[in-house]
């Protein structure tokens, strides 16, 4: 069986499971292992989303345009509307998508969890950024999809009452300690979005890529760690609980983290500031529940914060899980040099010289492993 080579950071064994089980099948992996690792994120780190069961969503379009002044015609734009109730409490949020507007068949998409304000995902395009390059997107045969972070929970430490939170009062002054944090809320809204993407007829929801940047880049390793619709995710410069190694980190550690963005995670994550080699994963585990499906994440050489050497290590660690299944995973297992991406494995990467950002260098790449592999 394939083993990583040894980083030197004393890992937990992706391969074992809790109870000394060894993980030697498609099987053991899928029914014991995955699910295992799958719960101790959630209780450990990201926290649980409370019970669903009495909420009720509504996915409308709001609105939907074509013409000339909707991307010189190229495209059509719609506006949607997701909208959460629970025992008479209402939370809705806002969505934007271009959809290439002459088309033979359903386009895949490219969703962006965008955590920047409305410059870095304007629907009116009255801004244009090399954020969320949407012109670029539609003009390679892909639909662009943008949801805010801030209109679904907000990025700040509000105490549990505002946007997706305000549907469970119950909760705000009695949260246990493995209850979800703003990552949750965020990976939450991604999900309705993919309900959306499976009723939209020229949308095909089997090719539905999830993205992000920084912290949006946790949220998106997480939404396709538990929502196995996704096929692949994007994650740039996401770091720190996300696509780093916690272990021996040479950039943000998990107690600079939890100090400034508390409210990210659940409770219990605290417990490992100053004390990663007590916890029972790292994030190489986050990467590996995506096997058999993509992964492509990106570093860049100014982004010291984010550990670079770990975030590439991470992905490394990760790939005995797609071997098991029969997959190739990260080809490499040395950190490939600036702009020489990765394109041979079902894990992608690259490493761009600049700082900590997403830009529209990164979207092409991405997308042009997208065209290899997104099938």
Not at 24 to 37: G, L, N, Y
Not at 104 to 126: M, Q, S
Not at 295 to 302: A, E, I, L, N, Q
């Amino acid at each position: 069986m394939y083993q990583a080579p040894d980083c030197g950071r004393h890992l937990p064994d992706l391969l074992t499971c809790l109870d000394g089980t060894p993980v030697t099948s498609e099987k053991v992996w899928f029914e014991k292992r995955r699910p295992e690792i799958l719960d101790m994120l959630k209780r450990e780190e990201y926290g649980r989303l409370p019970d669903m069961s009495d909420v009720s969503i509504d996915i409308r379009i709001a609105d939907s345009r074509q013409g000339k002044e909707i991307m010189e015609g190229r495209a059509i734009r719609r506006t949607i509307e997701i909208t959460a109730v629970r025992n008479g409490i209402h939370f809705s949020f806002p969505a934007v998508v271009f959809i290439p507007a002459e088309q033979e068949k359903p386009v895949p998409v490219l969703l962006t969890i965008c955590n920047r304000g409305i410059k870095d995902g304007d629907p009116a395009r009255h801004f244009l950024s090399p954020f969320w390059p949407a012109e670029t997107m539609v003009s390679r045969g892909y639909a662009a999809a943008v949801i805010l972070t801030q209109d679904i929970a907000p990025d700040y430490d509000e105490g549990f009452s505002m946007g997706f939170h305000k549907l469970f009062p119950e909760l705000k002054e009695n949260r246990p300690d493995d209850a979800w944090g703003a990552l949750s809320a965020w990976s939450w809204g991604a999900s309705r979005m993919m309900d959306y993407f499976e009723q939209e007829p020229l949308i095909n929801e089997k090719r539905a890529v999830v993205a992000g940047h920084s912290r949006g880049g946790k949220t998106a390793l997480w939404t396709l760690a538990q929502d196995q619709r996704f096929a692949m995710a994007l994650s740039s410069c996401a770091g720190n609980s996300g696509d780093a190694l916690a272990r021996q980190s040479k950039g943000e550690r998990i107690k600079d983290i939890v100090t400034r963005f508390p409210y990210w995670f659940c409770r219990n994550y605290q417990k490992y500031a100053e004390n990663e080699d007590a916890m029972p994963f790292d994030q190489h585990m986050l990467i590996a529940l995506a096997a058999p499906r993509l992964v492509y994440t990106t570093s860049k050489t100014f982004d010291s914060w984010a550990d670079p050497a770990g975030q590439f290590e991470s992905l490394v660690q990760a790939t005995p899980v797609y071997r098991l299944l029969g997959k190739t995973g990260m080809p490499l297992i040395k950190q490939p040099k600036p702009e020489r991406p990765v394109h041979d494995g079902e894990i992608g990467y690259h490493f761009k010289t600049g700082n900590h950002d997403l830009d529209e260098y990164d979207w092409n790449c991405v997308m042009d492993y997208a065209d290899k592999h997104l099938v």
